[in-house]
């Protein structure tokens, strides 16, 4: 992929008292968040030069301890000082890579940039449009978006290139990818003239990025260069700075474009609607590379933006109604349970079959938090569930979807997370998940047989997370009892035997209001049984 290199200084005394924001975790505690997130993607080698204030000294061994079991030990290179002179850094290119050596680096001469894209696709994009950049000195920003997407707009050189906006100026803000070769002409072949450096953010500057000469502080050993490198944008955010951008005056609330970002990782909800998207990158800013900047972020970028995350979105699809009183509960919880899930962006449509709006009352007092939920009344083929979540199917556009029975619910916050996760690593057309019963708290693992159509050992569909190119298999309203296992077998026929995830996934509620118990008999089995025949003959097909 790329190697990493970080030289850093952990301390709780910083010179600014951060934008007002102030030391809200200890700050060794915000690095080791900031390596976990990095953890996430393959790097070649690691290289850490970390200096640790007195306060933090004696963590050391904690911090080896957290480093060797993120990125294990071989390509790990540690060292308790960061360097700060020319003479330090050129005997360190000198001895770790050959002269000719191009490589890219993700570089930060920072503590708290944490890496928070939900996968790898954008940064790999990125990378690669590095590698086929034919230019001598490149770098991908990937922190600061808003600022910088902003910033593209001082220059008519910008043009977008994939999901990127690449733009030539000069900009060597320790928060970039950088290719080696460009590392190494700004560590070992400019003359620092004798200078200490703990950043290179200002070694070399352009003026109109600064916005006019006298805004930048002419200091020894600063270089003013045009258009030394090519910088490659995303359109999507890859990492974002822990105490948020209040530096440049955008909002950091809790429903504001950039919330602080919080420890554990699964603390952060992220609201990637469509129009909290456009607000982040549209966001008004006040700083030196705004002045005078009158571009606005285009619509064109917004759109493909929200693209980006929707070609990733999960929908879960939930049919409601009455349930003799119990619906607005059980609906409820239900809803909490999405509401809380970590995975973003994630969508919710509510197909409700009640006669009265008890539970379209009730959604309207829940706080989505970034959930996109669509409410849906369908008044049609009232009690007919097949029919219910067909009619819900028809709003759905996430990329991968499931059905989800009101009166049960996901497990745990990060259900969706781990669930995609799985599908992904096993490259899964679809997965058939555990359960806990309530309140047995017995746990069901799905599992496959070869007469799947009338033998049911996966359970309902709640257990069953499918890919958008099988969203045209729909559930067949003429079956209940039949109705999961009929579609499980139609599943099969399109993509074969499902993969089993074994972790618990959902809580599925047993209770005597559920139609299986209110509604199925012998009676209505054996209709079902014949129905099975009319479809698909004497003897059913075995898998």
Not at 4 to 14: A, E, G, M, P, Q
Not at 62 to 67: G, M, N, P, T, V
Not at 179 to 190: H, S, V
Not at 376 to 405: F, H
């Amino acid at each position: 992929m790329a190697d990493l290199l970080l030289s850093v200084f952990i301390t709780s005394n910083r010179a600014k008292v951060r934008w007002n924001v102030g030391n809200r975790y200890d700050r060794l505690s915000v690095f080791k968040y900031t390596l976990e997130s990095y953890a996430r993607m393959k790097w070649d080698t690691v290289n850490l030069f970390v200096e640790l204030d007195s306060e933090f000294t004696s963590r050391k061994t904690e911090l080896i301890s957290h480093i060797e079991s993120l990125f294990g030990t071989n390509k790990v290179y540690l060292q308790f000082t960061r360097f700060t002179k020319q003479e330090e850094w050129r005997e360190f290119f000198a001895t770790r890579y050959p002269e000719d050596d191009d490589r890219l680096v993700w570089f930060s001469q920072c503590d708290d940039h944490v890496f928070i894209d939900f996968n790898l696709d954008i940064i790999n994009e990125g990378l690669e449009l590095l590698r086929k950049d034919s230019g001598e000195f490149k770098t991908l920003f990937y922190s600061h978006w808003p600022e910088i997407l902003r910033l593209t707009g001082k220059f008519n050189t910008h043009e977008r290139v994939g999901n990127y906006v690449k733009f030539k100026c000069t900009l060597v803000d320790a928060i970039q990818v950088f290719n080696l070769r460009y590392l190494k002409f700004l560590f070992t072949k400019l003359d620092w003239r004798g200078k200490a450096l703990k950043k290179i953010d200002n070694l070399v500057l352009q003026r109109s990025v600064w916005c006019d000469p006298k805004n930048v502080r002419d200091r020894d050993g600063h270089f003013y260069i045009d258009n030394l490198q090519t910088v490659y944008v995303p359109l999507r955010e890859l990492a974002r700075h822990f105490d948020g951008y209040s530096h440049v005056w955008i909002k950091d609330g809790p429903n504001d474009e950039f919330p602080l970002l919080k420890i554990p990782h699964e603390a952060n909800i992220f609201n990637r609607s469509s129009g909290m998207i456009r607000r982040q990158m549209q966001a008004t800013q006040d700083s030196e590379w705004t002045e005078g900047n009158t571009f606005t972020v285009p619509n064109e970028w917004v759109d493909a933006s929200i693209a980006l995350y929707r070609q990733t979105l999960h929908s879960i699809i939930t049919t409601t109604y009455e349930c003799h009183g119990k619906g607005v509960q059980f609906t409820k919880e239900n809803l909490e349970a999405v509401i809380a899930q970590t995975h973003r962006p994630l969508q919710c449509i509510i197909s409700d079959h009640s006669k009265d709006s008890a539970i379209e009352d009730m959604i309207k007092t829940l706080d989505p938090k970034g959930v996109e939920i669509v409410y849906v009344r369908y008044s049609e083929n009232y009690g007919n569930a097949g029919e219910n979540w067909n009619n819900g199917l028809k709003y759905a556009t996430g990329q991968t979807l499931q059905y989800n029975c009101m009166d049960e619910r996901l497990a745990h916050p990060n259900a969706i997370k781990d669930a995609l996760d799985f599908m992904n690593e096993t490259n899964a057309q679809w997965i058939a998940c555990a359960q806990v019963l309530e309140p047995s708290n017995d746990h069901f693992v799905p599992s496959w047989n070869s007469r799947i159509i009338d033998t049911n050992t996966i359970s309902g569909p709640n257990a069953v997370i499918i890919r958008d190119r099988l969203k045209h298999i729909m559930l067949d309203p003429q079956f209940f009892f039949y109705i999961d296992t009929e579609w499980y077998y139609r599943l099969y026929i399109a993509a074969g035997q499902p993969i089993i995830f074994d972790k618990v996934t959902y809580i599925g509620r047993i209770h005597e209001l559920q139609m299986t118990k209110t509604f199925i008999n012998s009676k209505r089995i054996d209709l079902e049984k014949d129905r099975l025949h009319k479809k698909y003959g004497r003897v059913l097909p075995t898998s």
